[in-house]
DNA sequence: TGGTCTAAACTGGTCTGGCCAATTTCTATA
DNA sequence: TATAGAAATTGGCCAGACCAGTTTAGACCA
């Protein structure tokens, strides 16, 4: 009848708890070194097992960064790593791959219209080197999808809105977990491609110019073929 | 100089991988029962350490939960858990408080337009809700905080998106982490909680008329009083 | 027959000790 | 002095064992 404590708290929990406080406070700064497992088990007084398990805890929880033969290393942490299972979390949930690209359209629209309003020399640079890098691709034949998501995020790191960048990294995230073998196929289709660079063009376009509903619309017609390149798709299956 | 794999995969990772999938495809839904760790660990063919590092790692990523002598489970995971790691990490990269503001227009002025061409009479009925919760508060000189947050979540629910919806799902959890102190001195603020009253109604309006444009330009005028007046409020700090 | 209590089986938690492979460090030699 | 090779160090993985709870099944009683 003991309510105060709900579950036994592993040995390895502590251990974890141990090393993250020394994180978090600053004990440990990003790059700085562990002791060795061994080390660190006898430090604590527990075995390498529970020291091993904390550690690979911690792995998974982005805070360690581990290296055979040489070391644990604390790591910086970056939003990365919580996209996978925030993925985990939001495919159960979605009952539509187009609710997927539809959200891309709002914030890539979104994120269009801000960029035509503060896109610097650096970004317009970096749209024309990703826009060039597609045209090459689709030119030799080669697989556009490197080439494609990095100019969608160029768009919306132009916006200079780190939550918009960060809610991105999200969704990009989701598409490779969803329709990474759909996509394969669209992309393998040559007269799309095409279609797609001369977008591309559009939209640098727009965002160059400084025209925000310019830069809406290209984005929004864009990602409106595309979807519908996708529906079309899905179609043939069935 | 093998640059093809930057590092070499641990064993432990692969059964991550695994179970992962399992999971994230639905073959073992929320409430199942893992199989034991040793046997687990011959149905692999790795050994029980092995294992354990796996289910240790899938405790941390959030998607199993184990219980001493009676089994390892997967567990119901919801978005809100990981707000709060997520919240910490873009908190140290937002320079700006309006980049929240800011990106939320941008999804919800999205999600708005979808929302006219979608609401059904239930979401009408929810806004319509809310709307009355919110006039309510104004009237009795009440906290309109939540209310206010209510209905804007009602807006991105009409748009039947669920990406979308869990998208704001952080970007609520970002505000509550960032500026709950100053958001309590504007809603403070009678005149404006009036003319959010009503700014809340013209979005409601549009929504049930089905307007697309109409409900953007309502979200948009709504969400840029609101970053003015934070300006202002943020103006008199300094 | 139906319910209860107990003992065995099972399951996760932890430990010990060992071997391997990669990395780092040290050392002897050219 | 520079470098190649040996030795020590470190993490990865394994086997087997014991403990402490939980679950299960069977014996026993009403």
Redesign the interface.
Known sequence: MDLTRK??TRL?EDVVEQIRRLIVEGTLAPGDQLLPERQLAEKLGVSR?AV??AL??????GLLEI??GSGAYVKE???DQ?I???A????????DVF??L??R???E???AR?AAQRAERTDLYELHEFLRDMENDVNEGRDTDESDSQFHFSVVRASH????I??MT??MG?MK?YYGPSRKRLVENRPYREMWALQHTEIYEAIKSGDPEQATDAVAKHLDTTIKEFRRLQGTDE
């Not at 690979?56 to 929880?61: A, C, D, F, W």
């Not at 985990?88 to 009952?95: A, D, G, V």
């Open positions: 579950k036994r390895y097992s091993r398990e690979t805890s911690l792995v998974s929880l290296t055979p942490i970056k939003i919580l996978d299972p925030l985990s979390i939001m495919l159960k949930e979605i009952n609710d997927i539809e959200a359209q709002v914030l629209t979104g994120s801000l809105n780190t939550v918009l960060n809610l999200v969704l989701l977990e």
